[in-house]
C-alpha cells in the first residue's frame, strides 16, 4: 500500500508503479477509437490536465511534466516523454491545470504559477514579466492579494480553471477570483485585459464549492443559502436576477403581470445592488471594443474564406458578408464610436457621455426613479420583447470565435443593465465605419468576433421570431421546463457565510482543469460530510446555449441554472460549447453545442440542461468535456468501472494528422456538424484493460484516465464499497419518488391509514429521507475519495470518522419501520399503494431486488426492511480492506474496530426486526381488552400463556398471565389467555422493575422476588430451565432499558441504583405523585423531583424513600392562591437544618428547623415597608414559638424589643427604644411591661419604678429631671399621655447634682440580659454544622471532617464560582494540623486559616461571623442607635470573643486559654505582631488580639455610631476649639501652647524643596506626623489605632532628631505639648469616640505598657483640647 519509492524525474521506470496509471488518446468514438497510449513513468500519476493541444501531469513528490504543442517554446513534445517543468522543483506542487494555451500549478502553500500564452492577461501580471508580453515561458508565481482587507493580506488558493483567455481560481476561504479577457470573468469592469486576480463580486459571500471553464464561459457550483437568507436578502419587490423575458405568443398578454420570474439578456437584476462608483461602467454601451495592436502581432491563426466567413462559422450565424480580407485589416474605413454613441434610425448621434443625457442613466442612484414604477418596468419589459427590433441583420459582423487574442482581444466592454441602448442600437442597419476617438487616442476596431454583441443580437433576433409566431429551435422559454417560476430561488448573493478552508494533503489534490473537481471534498459546515443542496451557476458567452438558462445570451455576471436547483448537482464541468452537471444520483445534465452529439442526448433545446440518455444500471460518477465529446466514468455490472464516451465519430485518415500545422490552433465556435455522432453514451471497450479508473480528463480533442492496478484486493474493495453506495443511494432515491412520496402525499393516506399508523407512516418517511440524505453525502465523499484514492488516508473513510452519525441514523430507521409495522400499518399502507398506483404495479417489482416476489403485504415489509443490509456489507468491506493491513497498524484497527461495529449493528436491528414481527404477530393474535397496552415502540419479550410462570401462593382457580414487554411487566389476573379474555391488569414500568432470584429451598419453589416502588411479589416458575429464561429475559429487558447493551448481567446487581420516572398510585405521602429522578433497591433515593397533582414540588435529595439532604418545595396556600416556598435542608422526610421558608402571607423565615417546625436561631421577616403591619424578629426558636433571647423591631410603630420571649410573649428582662429615643429597660409578663423598670426619654428625664402595662405606670418611683431635680411617690398613668403624681418634690443642691448624675448612670443596665446570655442559638448552630451537640462536646477530627464535607459539596453546587474563591475553597478543604502545640511558628498559620474561613460563608466560621454581624446590626441599627445603648453594645462584642474563641479553641486545642502564652520555637528569632504583646520570648494571645480583627471591621458601623451620639456634647466643645485654634499660625500656636522653641523646626521641604518657615507659615510643622495621624479615623480595630498612634511618635521623634544633638529621650513635659500640636493641626473628627473606643475595647496586655503611655498621651490631649478656655 505504500507509495512506491521516489526515483529521479528524468528516469523511464522499467517496472512502472501500480498506481496512478495514466492512459491517453484522441477522441474519435468507440467505432473508430485509437488505442489508448500507456504514459510510463517512475512516479505514480497524481493528476493530469488536458488542455486544446498540450497537456500537463501531475506526479507523487510534486512533480510537473508538460506535452504536446508547446507553442510558448515553439516545441512539440510526445506524450511518452514528458517534459519535466524544472522550475517548479522544490514547489511541492498539489495541483495543475490547463486552460486552451496555457498552464498553471498549484503548490502547497496555496501559491499560483502560470506559463503560456498571455495576449489576453490569462496568466496574469507574472513578476518574471510585464503586462505586455504575449507569452510567459517558464512558470512565474502569481499573486493573488485581497485589497479588501486592512492591511491586504495574501489569498491561499485550492483549486484553479482554466478558459482560452481567462483563469479562476478558488481560495481556501471559498471565494473565486478571476483575470484574463472577456464577460466569463464575471467581473464588474471595462478594462481587459485584467492582468491581477480580482474577486468575482457577485458570488462574494457564497460558499464556491468547485469552478470549472469552457472556452468562453464559466461554470461554478455552490452551495445553497438556507431559505430564511433569501428573504432577508432579497426583498419580494425586486425582480430576480438575470431572468429572461421571453414569452410565446400565447403568454404574451400575461407578460406584464408575472412576478420576478423573467431574465435580464446581462444577467443583471433590475434593481439598485450595485455601488454608486461603479454606475458610470454600467452606463457604457454594450460595444465590444478591440485594439487594433491585436491585428500586428505574431499573426492569424485562421484562414478566412474569400466571402469573410472564417472556416469555422457555425450553421446558422450571421456570416458571408463580412468585408475582411486575409491579413486581418479592415477593406472599408470604419470610424471609432465614442463611448456614449447612441446608434438612432437616422444615423449616429454623439452625446457628451453625460449620465443625464440618456434616459435611463439616472436609474441605479436614484431610488425613485421612473423605473421602479411598475409601468416604467413594463415598458423596459416591452421593449426586451422585441417592439424595437425591427432590422435585419447588422452587416460585417462574423459569428467565428477566436481561439487566441492573436488577431481580437475578444473582450467585453462593460455588462451595462442600459437595456434601452441596447435595443436601439439595432433599430436601423448602419455601416459600422471607424473613428479616431479624441478624448483617448484609442484606436478601436471590430474584428471578426464581436463576443458578448452577436450573441445578445442573435438572441433578440430569435426572439422577435418567436414573438411573430415563428418557431426558434434555439430559443425556448425556460418555463416551459418542468420547474415552476415560483421556485426559483433568486441568483442575488447572500448574507457572506465563509466556509471552512480545504484541508489539503500534500500530493494528495486532484485537479479541477477542464472540470475537475478539487479531490478536497467540500465539507458541510456542520458535520464534515460534502453537501448536496447545491447550485450551478455561470456565466460568459452563450450563443450555443452553454449557460443553461433558456437562450442564447450572454450573461456578465455569474447567475444561477434554476432548473438545477434541487438536483443535488456534486460536480460540473464544461467543454469549450457545452456543459456538464453530475448528481449524486449518477445522472448527467448537459447543455449546449450539440453539433457532434458531445450532449448525449438529441433533446431539444440544448439551451437548457437535459438528462444524458444512459443504459440501464449504468451510474455516472466521474465526468469530463473536451471541444467536441464528452467521457464518463460510471459503474457498469461489476466492480470495475466502465468508461463512457458521447460525441463525434470519425473515421482515421491520413488526412487526421495534417490537419493543421504545429501552433495551429482550433477555431471553431463549435466544430461542424458531423456526419456520424452518438446519439447516447456508448461504452469504450478497451477500458477494461485500463485497470480500476479513478478519473477522467477531456481537453481539446483528447481524452486520458488515471487508473490504479488491484494491489491485495485493496482497489476492489474501495471501488466496490463506493459502487454499493452510490446504487443504495440510487434506489433509496427511487423509493422515495416512486412510492413513498406518491403515498405520503395521497388525501385518503389518513382515512385509509387511521390516525395514529398516519402520524407513524410520516415518521417513517422522515427517517427514510434523514436515511437517503446520509447515503447521498456518503457516496459523494466516496466519490471524492476515489479521485484521490493515492493520497487519502483510508482512516479518513465517512464510515470511520462519523460511525456514530451512520449507526444513529440507521437504529432510527429501523425503530420507525418496527414501530409501523407493530401498529399494523403495513396491511392499509398495502392497499393505499395499489389505490394510488393503481395497474402499475411494476414500480413496485422495479424497486424490489431480486430475491423479492411481488405478492402482497409482505413486500412492502421487505421492501423497507431491505436499507438494512447495507450494515452487513459496510463489515465486509471494511474486513477486506483491514485485510490489506499489517495487523499492527493504525489502519488495521480502526477498520477492525468498524467492521465490529457495523457487523454489532446489524446483527441488533435484525434483531429489532424479528421482535417487530413477533410483537405483531402476538397483537394479531391477542386482539381484545389488551389493546390499550399495544404501543408503537412495545414489543414483547416472553409471556406465560402456557402457565409457564404463576404468583406465588395464588389460588387454584385463579388464572395469572405475565407478558414481558421491552419497557414494562403487565400482570393479568382472571386472564384467559387463549381467549384474550382477562378482568384486570397491573402494568409495572421496567425502568421502576427489580428482580432478584430467590434461593431455592426445601421447598422446591422456583421463585423470582420482584419488587416495584408500591409493592413486592414473588413469581413461580414451573421449571428450573423456565425460572433461567425469565431471568434471563427480565435482565436484559432491564439491561436495555436502562441503557446497557441488552446482554444481560449477573442476577441480584442489576441496576440497584439507577435514574427513572414513576407515578405513585398508592395510599401515603406520595399518593398520585410523579417522581424523576435516582432509586435504590425500590426506594427513591439521591437526587430527584416529587410533583403532586396539588401542585406541589420537591426537588432535592432523598434517602430510603424520603426527603433527606438539601432540597426545595413549593406548597400551594389555597386560602391566599399563592405558594409557599422553602430552600434548606431535610431529614427524614421533613425540614431540618438551616433554610429559607417563604410564606404565602408575604413572611419570611429563614433559620434553624427541626421536625418540621422553626427550632433554633432564626429570623422572621414580616411584611415590607408598603404593608400595614411590617416588623423583623430574629432570635431564638422552640418548636416554632420565640422562646429565648431576640431582637423584635417592629417598623410600623418604630419600636425595637431587645429581651427574652416565652411562647411568642414577651417575658422576663429586656430593652425597649423607639424612634423618639425613649429607652426603657424593666421586666416583660404576660406580652407587656409589668414590674421594675427604668424609663429615660431623649432629654434625660429618667423614671425608676414600677408599671403596669407597655409605657403605664402604676405605683411607687422617682421621676429624676434632666437638671436634677427629683420627685419620688405614687404615679399612675400613661407616660405620653400624662401622669398622675402623688409624692415629695426634692431640689438637690449643686455639690448634690454632680453625685446624683453619677448613679442614675450606674443604674443603667441593671434590668438587661447580660451579655454572655444572647445569642446562644447562633453558637448552638455553630457547633451543630462542627457536629457537637453541645457546646464543646463532640469528637474535633468529626468536626473537621464535617467542615471539610460542607466546603466541598457546596464549591460542587456552586458552577458560577470566580476563580479567587475555587482557590480560596479548595484551601479550606485541607484540613490543617489542629493536634501539634501552638507555637509562634505555626501561630500565623492559625491566624491565616481562621481569616479566610471567616471571610467564607460556606465555611461554619465564616457563617458565624456573617450571622453575628446580622443579628448585630439588627439590634444596633435603625431605631437601634440610641446612645444609651452603647455599654451593651461593646460588652455584647466581648461576649462574641468569648464564645467564638472557645470554638476556636475546640478546633485548635494547641491555643493556650484566654491570657495565656505562647512560646517561641528556639530556632527562631522574636517577632513582634501587631495582635501580640512582645513580652521577652514570649507572646501573650487572648481573645480579642485573635478575633477581634476577624469581627470589629463589619461590626464597626453600628458600633461606632453609638460612640458618636455618646460624645456628641463634647465633640461639639472639642471641634470648636480645633477651629479656633487652628486659625493661627504654627509659631504662634508653638508659643500658645508652650512648646520650647528648640523644637520648633526651621525649615519646611515641598516637593523637595527646602524652604524657610516664617511667622506667618501655617501647616508647615511636623507635616509628615500630622498626616500619619489623620490615618487613625482609617482603621477599624484599637490595635491598628494604637499602632497609628505609636507611628505618629516616631515620625514626630525623626523630625525633632535633626535639631538636637546627642541622644534624646522624651519627657512628659515637652511630649505633651508638641502632641497637642500634632492633635490640632490633625482636625480628626470624633476624636472622642476614637479615644473611648480603643479604651474600652484595646487588648488589656497592652495597657500598661509603651502603646498604653502613647494612648494615655492622646485621651490627655483631646482632654486638654475640650477644656480649653475660649476666652
Not at 826 to 844: A, H, I, N, W
Not at 1481 to 1504: E, K, N
Request: charged residues 20%.
Amino acid at each position: 500500500m505504500e507509495n512506491i519509492e521516489e526515483s529521479p524525474a528524468d528516469e523511464r521506470a522499467q517496472t512502472p508503479p501500480e498506481r496512478g496509471l495514466l492512459h491517453i488518446w484522441q477522441s474519435a468514438g468507440p467505432s473508430a477509437q485509437l488505442p489508448p497510449e500507456r504514459v510510463l513513468l517512475s512516479r505514480p500519476v497524481l493528476q493530469t490536465a488536458l488542455g486544446e493541444h498540450h497537456g500537463l501531469l501531475l506526479t507523487q513528490g510534486g512533480l510537473v511534466y508538460s506535452f504536446g504543442e508547446l507553442l510558448w517554446r515553439d516545441v512539440s513534445v510526445p506524450v511518452s516523454t514528458p517534459l519535466l517543468e524544472g522550475s517548479l522543483l522544490g514547489k511541492t506542487v498539489v495541483h495543475v491545470a490547463a486552460g486552451g494555451f496555457h498552464c498553471g500549478a498549484l503548490s502547497e502553500q496555496g501559491n499560483i504559477f502560470m506559463w503560456g500564452e498571455n495576449t489576453a492577461g490569462q496568466c496574469g501580471l507574472t513578476e518574471k514579466g510585464r503586462a505586455a508580453n504575449i507569452t510567459v515561458s517558464e512558470p512565474s508565481p502569481v499573486s493573488v492579494v485581497d485589497n479588501d482587507v486592512v492591511p491586504p493580506a495574501a489569498v491561499r488558493v485550492v483549486d484553479l480553471a482554466f478558459g482560452r483567455e481567462h483563469s479562476l481560481a478558488l481560495s481556501a476561504q471559498n471565494e473565486l477570483w478571476a483575470w484574463g479577457s472577456g464577460c466569463q470573468l464575471g467581473l464588474v469592469t471595462s478594462a481587459f485585459p485584467v492582468w491581477r486576480p480580482q474577486k468575482v463580486e457577485h458570488l462574494a459571500g457564497r460558499h464556491v464549492i468547485q469552478v470549472s471553464c469552457g472556452a468562453y464561459h464559466s461554470l461554478a457550483l455552490v452551495r445553497s443559502l438556507p431559505p430564511k437568507n433569501y428573504n432577508t436578502q432579497n426583498p419580494p419587490e425586486k425582480r430576480e436576477r438575470g431572468q429572461s423575458p421571453h414569452y410565446s405568443v400565447t403568454e404574451k398578454e400575461e407578460s406584464f403581470t408575472v412576478d420576478g420570474g423573467h431574465y435580464c439578456p446581462l444577467g443583471v437584476e433590475l434593481t439598485e445592488v450595485m455601488t454608486e462608483e461603479l454606475s458610470q461602467h454600467w452606463l457604457m454601451p454594450i460595444f465590444c471594443l478591440f485594439s487594433q495592436s491585436s491585428q500586428k502581432r505574431r499573426g492569424p491563426r485562421r484562414r478566412l474564406q474569400p466571402g469573410g466567413r472564417s472556416a469555422g462559422s457555425s450553421p446558422g450565424s450571421a456570416a458571408g458578408s463580412c468585408p475582411y480580407s486575409e491579413d486581418g485589416k479592415t477593406n472599408t474605413k470604419q470610424k471609432n464610436l465614442p463611448v456614449g454613441t447612441r446608434l438612432e434610425p437616422d444615423g449616429l448621434t454623439e452625446t457628451d457621455g453625460s449620465p443625464k443625457s440618456h434616459p435611463l442613466s439616472g436609474w441605479r442612484s436614484n431610488k425613485n426613479s421612473a423605473l421602479s414604477d411598475e409601468r416604467e418596468l413594463q415598458n423596459l419589459l416591452q421593449k426586451l420583447s422585441g417592439h424595437s427590433l425591427e432590422t435585419p441583420d447588422i452587416s460585417g459582423l462574423g459569428d467565428t470565435d477566436s481561439l487566441s487574442s492573436y488577431t481580437s482581444d475578444d473582450s467585453c466592454v462593460s455588462s451595462t443593465p442600459s437595456t434601452d441602448r441596447l435595443t436601439s442600437s439595432y433599430k436601423e442597419e448602419s455601416l459600422i465605419t471607424s473613428q479616431t476617438n479624441k478624448n483617448s487616442g484609442l484606436s478601436v476596431s471590430y474584428s471578426s468576433s464581436p463576443v458578448c454583441l452577436e450573441d445578445v443580437r442573435l438572441s433578440l433576433e430569435a426572439e422577435k421570431r418567436a414573438l411573430q409566431g415563428q418557431k426558434s429551435s434555439s430559443l425556448t422559454n425556460i418555463n416551459q421546463r418542468g420547474k415552476a417560476s415560483t421556485n426559483r430561488r433568486r441568483s442575488l448573493p447572500g448574507t457572506p457565510t465563509r466556509g471552512s478552508p480545504r484541508q489539503r494533503r500534500s500530493c494528495a489534490s486532484r485537479p479541477s482543469s477542464a472540470g475537475r473537481m478539487h479531490s478536497a471534498a467540500p465539507k458541510e459546515a456542520g458535520d464534515g460530510l460534502p453537501s448536496l443542496d447545491t447550485e450551478v451557476w455561470s456565466w460568459g458567452r452563450g450563443s450555443e446555449g452553454q449557460l443553461g438558462h433558456g437562450d442564447q445570451l450572454a450573461r456578465l455576471q455569474p447567475l444561477c441554472i434554476k432548473s438545477l436547483k434541487g438536483e443535488e448537482v456534486i460536480q460540473v464541468a464544461a467543454g469549450s460549447h457545452h456543459s456538464l452537471a453530475l448528481t449524486a444520483h449518477c445522472q448527467v445534465y448537459s447543455w449546449g453545442s450539440n453539433m457532434c452529439g458531445q450532449l448525449g442526448h438529441v433533446n431539444s433545446p440544448v439551451t437548457v440542461p437535459q438528462q444524458a440518455k444512459l443504459s440501464d444500471g449504468l451510474r455516472v460518477w466521474d465526468v469530463s468535456a473536451g471541444q467536441s465529446h464528452s467521457l464518463l466514468l460510471a459503474d457498469g455490472d461489476c466492480v470495475q468501472p466502465v468508461l463512457l464516451y458521447c460525441g463525434q465519430q470519425q473515421e482515421p485518415t491520413s488526412a487526421q494528422s495534417e490537419r493543421s500545422h504545429r501552433g495551429q490552433r482550433s477555431h471553431h465556435r463549435s466544430p461542424n456538424r458531423a456526419e456520424s455522432y452518438t446519439v447516447r453514451p456508448t461504452l469504450l471497450p478497451f477500458c477494461m484493460e485500463m485497470g480500476y479508473v479513478s478519473s477522467v480528463c477531456s481537453g481539446g480533442q483528447s481524452c486520458a484516465v488515471l487508473a490504479d492496478h488491484n494491489i491485495m484486493g485493496f482497489i476492489s474493495a474501495i471501488h466496490e464499497l463506493a459502487s454499493r453506495e452510490r446504487q443504495f443511494y440510487c434506489w433509496l432515491s427511487s423509493m422515495r419518488k416512486l412510492l413513498l412520496t406518491p403515498l405520503r402525499n395521497r388525501e385518503s393516506a389518513s382515512s385509509l391509514l387511521g390516525e395514529p399508523c398516519t402520524h407513524l407512516f410520516f415518521s417513517l418517511c422522515e427517517s427514510f429521507a434523514r436515511l437517503s440524505a446520509l447515503i447521498g453525502r456518503h457516496s459523494t465523499s466516496l466519490t471524492y475519495f476515489l479521485h484521490d484514492v493515492q493520497g487519502c488516508d483510508v482512516t479518513s473513510l465517512p464510515l470511520l470518522t462519523h460511525t456514530e452519525h451512520f449507526l444513529d441514523i440507521y437504529k432510527e430507521y429501523c425503530s420507525s419501520v418496527g414501530n409501523f409495522q407493530v401498529m399494523g400499518g403495513f396491511q392499509p399502507l398495502y392497499k393505499l399503494s395499489l389505490e394510488c398506483l393503481g395497474s402499475q404495479q411494476t414500480v413496485l417489482a422495479q424497486l424490489c431486488v431480486s430475491d423479492q416476489a411481488v405478492s402482497g403485504d409482505v413486500d412492502l415489509v421487505s421492501l423497507l426492511y431491505w436499507p438494512l443490509q447495507q450494515l452487513h456489507q459496510y463489515s465486509r468491506v471494511l474486513l477486506k480492506l483491514a485485510a490489506c493491513y499489517d495487523v499492527l497498524t493504525t489502519e488495521y484497527q480502526s477498520l477492525h474496530q468498524g467492521c465490529s461495529q457495523y457487523e454489532s449493528l446489524s446483527s441488533s436491528l435484525l434483531r429489532r426486526k424479528k421482535e417487530a414481527e413477533n410483537t405483531f404477530h402476538f397483537w394479531k393474535t391477542h386482539s381484545g381488552k389488551t389493546e390499550d397496552l399495544r404501543l408503537a415502540q412495545r414489543r414483547v419479550v416472553c409471556e406465560s400463556s402456557n402457565r409457564s410462570l404463576t404468583l406465588q401462593n395464588a389460588g387454584r382457580f385463579s388464572n395469572h398471565w405475565f407478558i414481558l414487554f421491552n419497557d414494562a411487566l403487565v400482570h393479568t389476573q382472571g386472564a384467559i389467555p387463549s381467549q384474550s379474555i382477562f378482568s384486570t391488569h397491573h402494568v409495572y414500568p421496567l425502568t421502576c422493575l427489580w428482580v432478584k432470584p430467590v434461593t431455592e429451598d426445601s421447598s422446591g419453589l422456583y421463585a423470582i422476588k420482584i419488587t416495584c416502588p408500591e409493592e413486592s411479589f414473588t413469581v413461580v416458575a414451573s421449571t428450573p430451565q423456565e425460572k433461567n429464561k425469565w431471568l434471563r429475559s427480565l435482565n436484559q429487558a432491564l439491561d436495555q432499558v436502562l441503557g446497557g447493551g441488552g446482554q444481560g448481567s449477573s442476577p441480584g446487581v442489576m441496576g440497584m441504583s439507577r435514574t427513572a420516572s414513576y407515578t405513585f398510585t398508592g395510599e401515603g405521602r406520595f399518593k398520585d405523585a410523579q417522581y424523576t429522578g435516582g432509586w435504590l433497591a425500590g426506594r427513591v433515593h439521591g437526587r430527584g423531583t416529587m410533583k403532586w397533582p396539588d401542585g406541589r414540588t420537591y426537588v432535592g435529595n432523598f434517602k430510603n424513600g424520603v426527603e433527606d439532604g438539601y432540597g426545595e418545595s413549593v406548597i400551594p396556600n389555597k386560602v391566599l392562591a399563592k405558594p409557599d416556598s422553602y430552600q434548606g435542608h431535610w431529614k427524614d422526610g421533613k425540614i431540618h437544618g438551616f433554610g429559607k421558608y417563604k410564606y404565602a402571607s408575604g413572611e419570611v423565615y429563614e433559620g434553624c428547623f427541626s421536625d418540621g417546625q422553626r427550632h433554633g436561631y432564626g429570623m422572621l421577616s414580616s411584611g415590607k415597608l408598603a404593608k400595614k403591619s411590617s416588623s423583623v424578629f430574629i432570635g431564638h426558636w422552640v418548636h416554632d414559638k420565640k422562646t429565648g433571647y431576640g431582637v423584635y423591631d417592629d417598623i410600623t410603630r418604630g419600636e425595637k424589643y431587645m429581651g427574652l420571649w416565652l411562647d411568642e410573649q414577651r417575658h422576663g428582662t429586656a430593652v425597649v427604644v423607639t424612634q423618639y429615643g425613649v429607652y426603657y429597660e424593666g421586666t416583660f409578663k404576660d406580652n407587656k411591661m409589668s414590674g421594675p423598670g427604668l424609663l429615660v426619654s431623649d432629654d434625660d428625664t429618667a423614671f425608676h419604678g414600677e408599671f403596669s402595662d407597655d409605657w403605664t405606670v402604676n405605683g411607687k418611683g422617682v421621676l429624676t429631671l434632666a437638671n436634677g431635680d427629683c420627685l419620688e411617690g405614687l404615679f399612675n398613668g400613661e407616660w405620653s399621655a400624662g401622669l398622675k403624681v402623688v409624692g415629695t418634690y426634692t431640689k438637690p443642691v449643686a455639690e448634690e447634682l454632680e453625685h446624683k448624675d453619677r448613679n442614675s448612670l450606674l443604674r443603667l443596665g441593671q434590668y438587661v440580659v447580660p451579655a454572655g446570655q444572647r445569642w446562644l442559638c447562633v453558637f448552638d448552630e455553630c457547633w451543630s454544622r462542627l457536629g457537637c451537640d453541645t457546646a464543646g462536646k463532640g469528637e474535633r477530627t468529626i468536626a473537621w471532617e464535617n467542615i471539610a464535607v460542607s466546603i466541598t459539596s457546596a464549591r460542587r453546587h456552586s458552577p458560577d464560582l470566580t476563580r479567587s474563591q475555587t482557590k480560596v475553597l479548595e484551601s479550606l478543604e485541607l484540613i490543617p494540623q489542629h493536634g501539634v502545640p501552638v507555637t509562634t511558628a505555626n501561630y500565623d498559620n492559625i491566624r491565616r486559616y481562621l481569616t479566610k474561613a471567616c471571610e467564607t460563608p460556606l465555611h461554619p466560621l465564616g457563617w458565624l461571623v456573617e450571622t453575628l454581624v446580622t443579628v448585630y446590626r439588627m439590634t444596633y441599627v435603625g431605631v437601634g442607635s440610641n446612645r444609651r445603648l452603647l455599654r451593651q453594645a461593646v460588652l455584647e462584642v466581648q461576649g462574641y470573643l468569648i464564645h467564638f474563641f472557645s470554638i476556636v479553641r475546640f478546633l485548635f486545642p494547641g491555643l493556650p486559654d484566654d491570657g495565656g502564652i505562647i512560646p517561641e520555637p528556639p530556632a527562631s528569632k522574636g517577632r513582634h505582631d501587631s495582635n501580640t504583646a512582645e513580652q521577652g520570648s514570649v507572646l501573650v494571645v487572648c481573645c480579642s488580639s485573635l478575633l477581634l480583627p476577624l469581627l470589629l471591621p463589619r461590626l464597626y458601623p453600628p458600633l461606632f455610631t453609638l460612640y458618636c451620639l455618646q460624645e456628641e456634647q463634647e465633640e461639639a466643645q472639642y471641634w470648636d476649639r480645633i477651629l479656633r485654634l487652628n486659625k493661627q499660625p504654627d509659631q504662634s500656636l508653638l508659643s500658645f501652647l508652650g512648646v520650647q522653641e528648640k523644637f520648633w523646626p526651621v525649615w519646611m521641604s515641598i516637593l523637595g524643596e527646602k524652604k524657610q518657615i516664617v511667622s506667618s507659615s501655617k501647616d508647615a510643622c511636623f507635616v509628615s506626623a500630622v498626616e500619619t495621624l489623620q490615618q487613625i479615623s482609617t482603621t477599624f480595630t484599637p490595635s491598628d489605632k494604637l499602632l497609628v498612634i505609636q507611628k505618629t511618635f516616631e515620625e514626630l521623634t525623626q523630625e525633632i532628631k535633626p535639631m538636637l544633638h546627642g541622644d534624646f529621650l522624651w519627657c512628659m513635659d515637652d511630649l505633651l505639648p508638641l502632641f497637642l500640636y500634632l492633635v490640632l493641626r490633625a482636625r480628626i473628627r470624633n476624636l472622642g469616640a476614637e479615644v473611648n473606643m480603643i479604651e474600652d475595647l484595646m487588648d488589656p496586655n497592652v495597657q500598661h505598657g509603651e502603646l498604653g503611655l502613647m494612648f494615655t498621651t492622646l485621651k490627655a490631649c483631646y482632654i486638654q483640647i475640650q477644656q480649653e478656655s475660649t476666652t
